[in-house]
Each structure stands twice: as C-alpha cells, then as structure tokens.
C-alpha cells in the first residue's frame, strides 16, 4: 500500500509543549496513517510521553496542532475525543470488577445495559479473559490487567489507540510473550496505534514504523529496517540495537572513490562513496553481527582491523566479543552466532576483524544530530 | 540484673502513664452507676438511676438534642470545607502551595477561648448569635483540618491515572470523581466526618461562648452542675455522650465495610 | 491561542476548588480574628454598663461605645496589678504544663515505640481515650480522685508516706494535672510518629560500632527525634497559654488565667472591649512565645541534627 492511498488517522503538525522555561516537546510533526502500529521510542525525558498525553488531551500543547480523522482536536476536551489510552500502572478501578471496568466507558456514553453486556463479553473473548469478568484487579496477574486495560478501550472502537510503555511493569519472559500478543491483536482489531516506549528492542520487534525522538526533537521517523540500517544520526545509531562507532576524515582515492580515515590501521570505506565530500569528519558505525573475526593475517586492504580480544560475553545462543583494535584506543563488538555452543575465538586473541562495504553506516558529522521532519 | 531492673521502671512507668490516662474516664464511668456522690468500692448497689433521670429530664434531653444537631452541622460544614480543600491540593499545583496549606490548617491550634471570642464578636454583629450555625462553625474550624488532614493522606495514595483513565473513556470531570475517587477514598470521609462528630459533641467552650439558652449543648448543662452541685448525674451525662461517641465510631466502622460492599453492586 | 485559553479556565478551575477553604478562613477566621482587634480598641462602658441593647449590637449592645477608637484597655491591661498577675500567672502555668507535658510524652511516645504490635494498637487507643470522652468527664474524674477522700489521699495515707489527707484538687497541682491530660494525648502521637519516622538502621549502625543501647538512644536516636518533639513543644505551649476548662473547674481565684478572664469580663462585667483585649493579648503571646522559641531552640536544634 503506498502513502497516499493510505488514509490519514493522526495528524501531528507543530507541536510543542513548554513547562515553564523547560521546552519538553520542541515543534515536531508527524502523521500516522489508517490501521498502523507507529513506534514513538527515545530515552528517558526526550518527551515521548508528553507527545502522548498531549494527543490524548492529557497536557494542553504550548503550540501546534493534533487532528484526528481530519478534525482539530486542540479544543476539544479530554472526555469528548475518541481516542483510547492505556497507561503504563494500566490504571484499572481496583473496586470495580473487571466486568464493570470494561463497560466504563460504555456506561459513560449511556448505552443500555444489555448492549453494555453484549459487547463486553465480545471483547473478552477477544482478549481471552471471558472466565475473569467477575474478578477484581488486584486477583489479576500483571499480563492479565494489561489485557483487561486494553481491552476497557478496545471496546469503545476509538480512532486512535494510545499504549504508553504497556509493558515496563512486566518481568521479560511475560514481556516477550505479551509482544507477540499485542501485535496479533492489533493486527487482529485492525487499529491505528501509537506506543511509547524506551525499549528499542520492542520497536523493532512490533513496529510497523519508528519515529524516534531524543530532547524534545524527532531525529527519524522510517520502518525498523530503514532505523536499523540506515540510521540518520550518531545518536539514532547508538540507541537502536548494539553498535561500535569511529570518527574519521574523508580521503580522495586515486581511481575517484572515497575512503574514510579512522587511523593508520583503520580505513573504511563505504558503498556508495560519492556523497561524501573532501575533508569531511564522518560518524561511522558498523553492527557487531556484520563483522567477521578471523586469525588470517590480512583479508583486506580497507575495511578491516586488527586487535586482540579482551572480553567474550557468552548470551547463550550467540557470544559477543570486545576486541581491543587501534592499539588499545578503542572497542569493536563482533558477534558470533554459536549454534554448536563453541566460542571459535578466546580472550587474548589477536585476530582481524573485516566487513562489507554495503555493511557500514557513516553520516557526515557536519550534519549531525539534526532534527528531521517526516 | 541492671537491664531487667531498667526493664521494670520502664514497664512500671508505662503502666502509671496508662493509669493516668484511664483512671479518669474509668471513675466518672463508675460513678454513673454508683448510688451517691461517694465513691466506695467495692459496691455492689449499681443503679441505673442517674442515666433514667437524665433521659426523663426535659433540660437534659434537649441539651442531647442540642448537642446532635450541632455535631450533624460540623460534620456538615467540616466535610465541604475539607474534602474540597483535600481535593484542590492534591489536584492542583498553587503558587506559595506550601505555605497555604499549612496556613489553613492553623485553625486547629488556635485555643477555644480566642475562636469563640472572636465568633461572638462577629455572630452578634450578623445576628447569628446563639444560633446552631455559628456554634457549628465554630467546631468545623477545628475539624476540617483534620478532615484535610486524613483525607489528603488517603487521595496522596491513589493512583492519578485513574480520574485521567476514567475522563479518557469520556467521563466528565465530576463524573470521574463520583464513580472513582469518591468511592476510593470513602472510608477516610467517614474517618474525618467521625473527628468532627466527636469534637463537637464533647466541645464546651465555644459552645459556651456563642450558643443561648435554646442552644445549650450537653456539655454547657453540665457544667454548673460540675461547678456547683456535683451530683452523678453529670457522669451519667457523660456516660451518654461517651455512649454516644462509641456508636458513631461502630457505625463508621460498618460503613467503612458496607461502603466496599455497595460499590461493587452498585456500579 | 487556546492553550491560553485551556489556561485561564484551569487557573479558574483549581481556585474554585478551595473557595470553600478561602470562604471559611476568611469570613470565620481571620475576619472575626480582625475585628476582635478592633473591638478592643473600643471604648468600653465600663462594668456599670448594664442593658443589652438590640439583638444586631447596634449601640454597642451595652458591651462597647460604638464608633470610639481607643487602646484604654490595653493600658489598664498592663497597669492594673490585676491583670498583670493574671498575665504572668498565664505564662507560669504554661511553661509547667509544658514541662510536664513532655516530661509525659516523650517517655510514654517512646514505650509505644519500642511496644511489640499489639501492645502498641493497645496503648494508641489508651492515648486517644481521652480525647474520645468529653473533658468535663476528665474534670470529674479528677477531681473525685483528688478529694481529700479521694483515692489517692486513701493511697497515700493507707501507705503511711503522709498522716492526714492534702488537699489536691482546686489547687496548682489539679490545674496542672488536668492541663496535661489534656493536651497529652497530641503530644504523645506527634512524637510517636516522629519516632517511627526514624530510620531503625541508624541505631542498629550506632551499636554496631559499639555504642551501648543507652548511648545509641542519647546520641542518635533522641537528636534526630528532636525536630518532631519541637513541633509537639510549639503546639504544648500554645494550648497551654489558653487554658481555660482546667483553670476554671480545678483552680481556684488564685490561678485565674488570662483565658478564664476573657468570659468574666465580656459576660459578668459586659465589657466586650475588655473581654477582646485580653483574648488578643493571648493571642500575641502565642506569637511572641512561638517567635522566642523558634529564635533560641529552634535553631539550637536545627544545627545539632544538621
């Protein structure tokens, strides 16, 4: 489906929020289109939550404005916009039972009792939970009033789901399990969603696009895939999975291709080249799965060091290695997948790491860290 | 040997303080049911007698009378003005916050003889003197700080998601309130409407100062007969309104109970 | 722009909340707290003054001249040896009352804070007690127990330790006795939550680098409960300074405090002006003592918890 035959749910356009002399939220703009899963991810404070509470109408924006559906939301009040949330305490009535809890808002429209009924018992079995309807909060697991919180939202068909960090209060193997839960259910309902959180692993796994925020800026908005491997900045680089990062300065080579300078034992050179200029300080990153480790001498001129390891962190299905490269002044991560459980390489190896040129990212650092409106 | 003696005086000192709190109450109890004004124990001519003249006694009767309605006003008066000052604090961030809440706590330790001064004053000028209300007042003004007090302890401990949850799933504001924080905190309300029954139907001072003889509270009866006469049948009327105290604390504590028992049918 | 306007209504929204609070200060408590200044400052017509006048106070009622401004009574206040007596007497028993109030408390907020669970729900509710019952019931009793037949002359007599019974009650002693009573059942819970405030590790750290159960209590315990107990002192004194109900059914003219005046001169002399001086007098004297311990213990305490 192509972005323009997709419809419109959320539109972000502008929006800022101050608190005192404090900008939490500084002028961002986004859209999120008709049945998508969109990922708003970013460390602690870069204003993930307050883009969130601000679109439910939670916080009241400094400036800017939110549509849903092609309406101005800015004036409309909390209680009157059509958009679910569930939070992150799953804040459910604890002297309510989950039956109750789930028609709330049904009650609060002044739907019939018997349509309450109706369609509270659909969403349960839609979240499995039929047989719990006459328990209370605090009898449910932390999976369990996850389920109900979303279920309490689900069933006012809302245009927008709003989901802030469901998951932290979760242990990881409920965690896990839950990820693939939400995103079949999403998929499942059919519902637009925005969620928030500081787990990039989660983004990868259940987003259908990315947007990443850090002090109040998007810095990139784009798929996993695209986020992963093509990030847009120093800092999209390093948030999103495990990354070992150079500085170098470009280089002209002799048959009109480009080559960046890490050091005397570092040259690496990236494909395509021609976008770099002359003299240019660049960030370079490379992914520890993309490099190779071998006890070879030398496999190739660019694109390759050498280093002795200093650390194995074994993770069970694959290990990590840090490697000592540059004499000392910095660590490489390779990783190694250990299908057989053996580690080929031990501590205090001396081997040479190499990659693939279509294997590095580099972004000029004299652009770096800019905030990208998408 | 010098830890266990220790361990003696403190054991012996708690049980003198204890004494000292109880012995009191203990005798003014026994009393009521004593036959004369001379305590003698041990007696075995336990009577009824005092508490059967109080309850046919008409000066009495009202003065019981008079000493309900008062209390009903400050549990009344006491509740508004305290579960709404517990609300707005705990809602809304104020400029000085600190300082205005504290500030309006100040009432609860301001001696009776200086509120009842002032009140009168004022009641006398307004035409309010001698009137139930102001007597009311004069008893809220000590006891909505400690409705604030308790109420605000128990809205601190919910969660604020849970108004915001319930006006995202489109109740209003004061809907939200009903049918979540209320019911929530309940059992504190009836904690701080209990304070506010109980000071004001012991309270003598203010009620001295600013009722009238139509308004005389039970314990402004009292007292000239403690002052001057001093017969058992003001501990009998202190038993009464002990009698009294204790069952609005069993009622409060059943309704803490049927209050959690009402909102799951009811909702 | 509407986040301006979303602004304005929140800003109206949270004052309309606490316009109960702000109705009730101001027009029954710091209202009426002004105008008995200002009634002080009337003209009063002296004890002769009979006649109330018309239910609305108009004509001074008999209790002041209306429409007079003047500090006469404030001037008779402190040149009549009367009521200078009465002043200082006020200031004598609160600082008594307050010295046993806490010589009561602290010990006692202490045995509920080393209690075992049930012991300690047992004691909270002996400390309330008091407070449960009406303090006529208390006076009653008091003064039953302090008779000259009364239990404790039986006590002390039957002992042997004096031949005839003392008098007790309607004396200093019953005053003060009544007073503490009281008052102690506040003191006692503030000091209580002060205590249970405390870190536990912190002793446990003290005695384990050798200090003696005696000395972890002298030197950690008691300095850092200090600040709670300050705040139970500052509240002592201040109720103590108004005491009227113990002054007035267990004393005797003798030990007349200021609080017992104020009723004698507004009901029996009619002399409302006279009466509203002496309560604002009390009322300055809360003041000034809170302000005079703040200034010396407080900051005494304030620098040996720091």
């Known amino acids: ?374 | 040997m010098k830890r266990t003696l220790g361990n003696i005086t403190f054991h012996l000192f708690g049980l003198l303080l204890v004494t000292y709190f109880t012995l009191p109450m203990v005798i003014a109890v026994l009393m009521s049911f004593g036959p004369s004004r001379f305590l003698r124990l041990p007696t075995n001519e336990w009577t009824i007698k005092w508490y059967v003249e109080f309850f046919s006694t008409t000066k009495w009767m009202d003065g019981l009378w008079n000493s309900l309605i008062v209390s009903g006003l400050t549990i009344v008066f006491s509740l508004i003005v305290g579960m709404t000052t517990a609300l707005a604090f705990t809602k809304y961030k104020y400029k000085w916050g600190a300082g205005l809440y504290t500030l309006s706590l100040t009432p609860v330790f301001t001696p009776a003889v200086i509120i009842a001064m002032a009140l009168l004053t004022v009641a006398y000028r307004t035409g309010m003197h001698g009137g139930y209300t102001i007597i009311a007042v004069a008893h809220s003004l000590w006891a909505f700080p400690l409705v604030v007090m308790v109420l605000k302890v128990s809205l601190d401990g919910l969660d604020k998601s849970l108004e915001e949850a319930a006006r995202g799933m489109g109740a209003t504001s004061l809907q939200a309130f009903r049918t979540i924080t209320l019911p929530l905190v309940m059992p504190s309300v009836l904690v701080g409407a209990l304070f506010a029954f109980i000071i004001s139907i012991n309270e003598f001072v203010m009620a001295l100062f600013l009722g009238t003889v139509d308004t005389e509270t039970l314990p402004r009866i009292i007292y000239p007969v403690l002052r001057y006469r001093l017969t058992p049948l003001v501990a009998a009327a202190s038993g009464v309104l002990m009698f009294a105290t204790v069952v609005m604390l069993l009622i409060a504590a059943r309704l803490v109970n049927l209050a959690r028992l009402v909102q799951n049918q009811r909702s | 722009m509407f986040s301006r306007i979303s602004e304005r209504l929140g800003r109206y929204q949270k004052f309309f909340l606490l316009s109960p609070l702000l109705f009730f200060l101001i027009f029954f408590f710091a209202g009426p707290l002004l105008w008995l200044f200002r009634v002080s400052l009337y003209q009063s017509r002296g004890s002769s003054g009979f006649g109330i006048g018309g239910a609305d106070g108009k004509e001074g009622g008999g209790f002041y001249v209306e429409g007079t401004w003047t500090i006469e009574n404030y001037v008779r206040f402190f040149q009549d040896d009367y009521f200078r007596d009465i002043m200082f007497f006020t200031v004598e028993l609160a600082l008594i009352v307050t010295v046993v109030t806490m010589l009561v408390s602290y010990p006692m907020a202490y045995y509920i804070y080393k209690a075992g669970p049930k012991l300690k729900i047992f004691l909270l509710i002996i400390v309330i007690l008091p407070k449960l019952s009406n303090m006529l019931v208390l006076v009653y009793g008091l003064q039953i127990l302090m008779a000259n037949n009364g239990w404790i002359n039986k006590a002390l007599v039957g002992l042997g330790i004096i031949d005839e019974p003392i008098k007790l009650v309607y004396t200093l002693f019953s005053v003060v006795v009544s007073k503490v009573l009281l008052i102690a059942p506040y003191t006692i819970l503030v000091i209580t939550a002060a205590l249970h405030g405390l870190d536990k590790t912190l002793r446990d750290a003290a005695m384990g680098l050798g200090a003696s159960s005696t000395k972890a209590f002298a030197t950690i315990t008691f300095p850092l409960s200090l600040p709670g107990s300050y705040v139970a002192l500052l509240i002592t004194i201040v109720w103590a300074l108004g005491a009227f109900v113990s002054p007035l059914l267990l004393g005797n003219p003798d030990l007349t405090t200021l609080a017992v005046e104020v009723p004698r001169q507004t009901f029996e002399n009619v002399n409302w002006a006279m009466g509203s001086a002496i309560a604002f007098i009390i009322l300055s004297l809360m003041f000034v003592v809170v302000l005079i311990f703040n200034l010396i213990i407080g900051s005494a305490i304030k620098w040996r918890t720091e």
């Open chain 1, 1 to 374: 489906m192509s972005t323009e035959e997709r419809k419109v749910v959320l539109e972000v356009k502008g929006l800022t929020k101050k608190f005192g002399n404090d900008i939490a939220v500084k002028n961002i703009s986004f859209n999120l289109y008709d049945g998508e899963f969109l990922f708003v991810i970013g460390p602690s404070g870069c204003g993930k939550t307050t883009t969130l509470r601000m679109i439910g109408g939670y916080e009241f924006p400094s400036s800017g404005e939110i549509s849903v559906r092609g309406q101005l939301l800015n004036n409309v009040p909390l209680e009157k916009r059509n958009i679910g949330m569930v939070f992150q305490s799953y804040a459910l009535f604890p002297h309510m039972t989950v039956q109750k809890n789930v028609e709330y808002g049904l009650r609060m429209r002044g739907i019939s009792k018997g349509a309450r009924r109706e369609k509270v018992a659909d969403v349960l079995s839609l979240v499995e939970l039929e047989e719990f309807s006459d328990r209370y909060p605090s009898q449910l697991s932390g999976g369990q009033k996850q389920r109900v919180a979303l279920a309490r939202v689900i069933v006012l068909e809302p245009d927008l789901l709003l989901l802030d960090e469901p998951l932290a209060n979760l242990d990881k193997r409920l965690r896990d399990t839950m990820r693939v839960e939400l995103k079949k259910l999403q998929e499942k309902v059919g519902i637009t969603t925005l969620y928030v959180t500081h787990d990039q692993e989660e983004a990868l796994a259940m987003a259908d696009r990315i947007v990443v925020m850090h002090d109040g800026n998007i810095l990139q908005v784009g798929s996993p895939k695209d986020v992963y491997n093509a990030p847009s900045s120093p800092f999209v680089a390093g948030f999103l999975g495990e990354t070992s990062s150079f500085h170098g300065t470009v280089r002209a080579c002799p048959d009109g291709t480009r080559e960046i300078v890490v050091d005397d034992d570092m040259t690496v050179k990236p494909s395509p080249t021609h976008l770099l200029n002359d003299s240019d300080s660049v960030f370079v990153s490379i992914r520890p799965e993309r490099i190779q480790l071998s006890k070879e001498k030398q496999i190739q001129e660019v694109n390759c060091t050498s280093g002795i390891i200093d650390f194995v962190s074994y993770l069970g299905s694959h290990v990590v290695y840090f490697i000592n490269v540059l004499s000392g002044r910095a660590l490489l991560k390779a990783s190694e997948a250990i299908p057989t459980g053996e580690a080929s390489f031990k501590v205090g190896d001396r081997v040479q790491a190499y990659w693939q040129e279509e294997n590095v990212v580099c972004i000029s650092e004299d652009r770096e860290d800019s905030a990208v409106n998408v």
